[in-house]
């Protein structure tokens, strides 16, 4: 079975400098894989290659079988059936937390309005939002919002859901509240690539481990074997010094 998502030999620079220098890894089906290490290590340059927000220089990434960067590729379309979740929700100021869900289904996938509503409920209620159909996204908490922008994501439908770093600008007490919808995705199957500081979530929800430095994934692992033996003296280090603070 083909991978979902397989990154071949990418590199990617900013000028002189490297982000991401052949790096090669894939995420089956179903699997949820948990990208981590130092700030400044190429995560979040990586879950934004995969839907193309960052272009790479050289190597591969295949969605689905699809070349991401390749010149045929229609981008709006791939871009439909990748879910994205910022760190900044993102949601649309002037129209209610039920419109934002709608929109992109009535707009993009031409699905009927009455269809779309009914959807966009079903998915309030799984984030635990129904009784916010109607508020405007000023009027809800962080959390509430960034749960909003995970439904919105999921009205697409999509096999995939990336994340970058979604609670790293909640207060701390609304990080849990996102945290719980992203296990219940795991749950459920959804194929996820999450890039985030959180470490008690990679070690309950992780299937793999991805830590990087640099540019490089250094080590690949299920939690159980990177949180009790990292190999690389780099994930040694990162994790002593997390055990620190």
């Known amino acids: 079975m083909r991978p979902m998502i397989l990154f071949n030999q990418v590199n990617k620079w900013y000028g002189e400098y490297q982000a991401l220098t052949d790096l090669s890894a894939e995420i089956k089906t179903g699997e949820v894989v948990v990208v981590c290490g130092p700030s400044g290590s190429g995560k979040s340059t990586l879950i934004r ?3 193309r927000l960052e272009p790479i220089e050289q190597g591969q990434i295949l969605f689905d079988g699809i070349d991401i ?6 981008l709006n379309s791939l871009r439909t059936r990748i879910g994205f979740v910022f760190q900044n929700f993102n949601l649309f100021p002037h129209v209610s937390v039920l419109e934002n869900i709608m929109m992109s289904p009535v707009k993009v996938l031409g699905v009927k ?7 966009a409920g079903e998915l309030l209620d799984r984030v635990g939002l129904a009784h916010k159909a109607h508020a405007y996204p000023a009027q809800l908490s962080g959390g509430q919002q960034q749960r909003v922008a995970i439904a919105r994501a999921l009205a697409m439908k999509p096999p995939v859901m990336l994340f970058d770093e979604p609670t790293s600008a909640l207060d701390p007490e609304m990080v849990g509240e996102v945290l719980n919808v992203m296990r219940g995705l795991a749950q459920d199957g959804m194929t996820m690539m999450c890039v985030t500081h959180e470490m008690n979530f990679a070690r309950d929800v992780a299937d793999t481990i991805w830590f990087m430095d640099q540019g490089q994934i250094l080590e690949k692992a299920t ?12 994930a040694q280090r990162f994790l002593s010094d997390l055990r620190a603070h």
């Open 49 to 51: 290659t995969v839907n």
């Open 69 to 74: 960067h390749g010149s045929s590729t229609r």
């Open 223 to 234: 939690p159980e074997a990177f949180f009790s033996a990292p190999r690389h003296p780099r």
């Open 113 to 119: 309005t009455a269809e779309a509503r009914k959807q």
